[in-house]
């Protein structure tokens, strides 16, 4: 094995079909003597991924059935120069931060799809442990499926994502972010235990106690430190049913003083249990405009409502309350009025559904067959999400969502504040700087494919545009999700993190092999 391995230098360029033929049956070899427990496929045409801007060419995709699988692949590539190796979960990233060109894709969910009761099973099997309230989960594994699971015992995670068809472990590798995370932080501040493969090859389980440098790495460490494999997920008893409630706004600091207002709140105060908001368009455009707020089609948005005042775009503040099955409706109604009573939105544009909680919580599901439907889902996605200082957000408001983008996107623009101390600054997650809130705003364009839609590459300018002037203003901010091409970015992303992140990679991967599509470690050479 180690003999094939020596040979095995991947070009930058090859010079032909044939050279890069040779390489692949070079490296067949090496992995077919690693007698791996799942399967291995050598692919011959270019992959991308839901962001549709990248293509590339892996040498083969690996389909594990366990971690010792995924070590055992990561040992081999460590004997030769110049191979890497990307973990890929559903393959929803923008700037393909999960593909290898020329190296090897690990498929992690193909992890959940082997139950054989051998050495491999623990690392596949979701185990829902009722008294602990917990649940220890592969890496693999679609939030989809944890919440399914975990339901059956009345039990679920507390911190989400808006769309649950996402590995656990990419979520975890970023930070994961929803409208609970107010009140819980992201999915990284909601797991207590890791098992990890480091880019050495080495198994490790990890804790906030045992091992713990590596367990705050890897928590948005972007998969440049190991490849999670299993998590172990807080869970607190699921709700069974959610009141939706949308109120709508034409002043930007009402807004925002309103969703702080909420998120705020005093641990034992009445509140809410999720907090969101979004920009929209001040017209009829029925995707970026007045039609995209309405929950219910029996009660349409009435624009004569709007305030004479209002700017091209108008603001809607998100919110959900937990309910039993059985509770009085009046109940809940009384809870709800008391809370809205306070706000300041524009008082006859408010809409509600009651519906259960497993619904809301796959609502995304619904625009994500919608959008198959009409050949949305498949044209490229060039999102930008980023972590807006709350100095800086009505800046960015009067800036971005009022000049650049006062149009809209074709898509949901979001934006809505967090809390600094739910996130565990030992993490390799970067925050801009400032006080206790912060602001998520992601811009989540689903444009119709060229010619029905703009050109991406119109778009990736937009988006580049925004960031430019961010920049040219001064405003605070941090790409979340981010992706650079230069290591002087990162080091500018990271800022004083930046040396605390190279001593982790050269703790961890020292020799770079793990997740080479983010850009930031070359792998020629041991750091």
């Not at 009345?154 to 979520?171: I, K, N």
């Not at 967090?418 to 993490?427: E, F, G, P």
């Not at 970015?489 to 020799?511: I, L, S, V």
Request: proline share 6%; with cysteine.
């Amino acid at each position: 094995m180690i003999a094939y391995l020596e040979r095995v230098s991947i070009p930058e360029q090859p010079n032909n079909n044939e050279e890069e033929d040779d390489v692949v049956s070079i490296l067949r070899n090496g992995l077919d003597d690693l007698q791996i427990q799942g399967n291995i496929e050598y692919p011959s045409a270019a992959s991308k991924d839901f962001g549709g801007l990248k293509l590339t060419k892996p040498l083969a995709v690996i389909k594990p059935a366990g971690a010792e699988d995924i070590a055992k692949v990561i040992e081999l590539v460590s004997r030769s120069p110049n191979l890497t190796v990307a973990a890929n979960g559903n393959g929803h990233s923008i700037n393909g931060q999960a593909m290898a060109h020329k190296g090897l894709i690990i498929d992690m969910k193909s992890m959940e799809s082997f139950n054989n009761y051998n050495n491999y099973y623990y690392n596949n099997k979701m185990d829902v442990h009722v008294d602990q309230m917990y649940a220890d989960v592969g890496g693999g594994a679609l939030w989809s499926e944890v919440l399914k699971r975990c339901v059956l015992f009345g039990l679920a995670p507390r911190s989400w994502t808006d769309y649950l068809e996402l590995t656990v472990g990419g979520t975890l590798s970023n930070a994961g972010v929803s409208g609970q995370a107010f009140r819980f932080g992201p999915q990284t501040e909601n797991v207590t235990e890791l098992e990890v493969v480091t880019g050495k090859g080495e198994i490790v389980a990890c804790t906030k106690n045992q091992n713990s440098e590596l367990f705050y790495s890897v928590l948005g460490g972007l998969g440049q430190f190991g490849i999670i494999t299993r998590a172990r997920v807080l869970l607190q008893p699921s709700p069974q049913m959610v009141r939706w409630i949308r109120v709508v706004y034409s002043e930007f600091s009402e807004f925002t003083r309103d969703a702080e207002w909420l998120v705020t709140r005093a641990e034992g105060d009445e509140s809410v249990d999720y907090v969101e908001g979004f920009v929209f368009v001040n017209s009829d455009d029925p995707v970026n405009g007045w039609p995209s707020v309405q929950l219910d089609p029996n009660h349409p948005f009435d624009p004569t409502l709007i305030p004479t005042s209002a700017g091209p775009v108008l603001y809607c503040l998100e919110v959900v309350l937990h309910h039993g099955k059985n509770d009085c409706l009046s109940t809940v109604d009384a809870v709800v009025d008391r809370l809205l009573g306070q706000l300041r939105y524009c008082k006859k544009l408010r809409f509600q559904v009651d519906l259960s909680y497993v619904d809301f919580l796959s609502r995304v599901k619904v625009a994500e067959q919608e959008a198959k439907a009409n050949g949305n889902w498949d044209a490229p996605h060039p999102w930008l999400n980023l972590f807006v200082s709350r100095r800086d957000i009505a800046h960015f408001d009067s800036l971005v969502f009022n000049k650049l983008l006062k149009n809209g996107i074709g898509g949901p623009m979001l934006v809505y504040p967090l809390i600094r101390s739910k996130w565990d600054s030992r993490s390799s997650i970067v925050l801009p700087e400032g006080g206790d809130i912060f602001y998520l705003v992601a811009l989540l364009r689903f444009s119709p494919p060229y010619p029905k839609g703009p050109p991406p590459e119109d778009l990736v300018a937009q988006n580049r545009e925004i960031l430019e002037c961010c920049k040219r203003n001064g405003l605070n901010i941090k790409l979340y999700l981010p992706h650079y091409n230069f290591e002087q970015e990162w080091e500018q992303h990271f800022g004083d993190q930046w040396t605390r992140f190279k001593q982790r990679k050269a703790c961890f991967d020292p020799m770079a092999i793990l997740a080479p599509g983010q850009k930031i470690f070359a792998r020629n050479h041991q750091l």
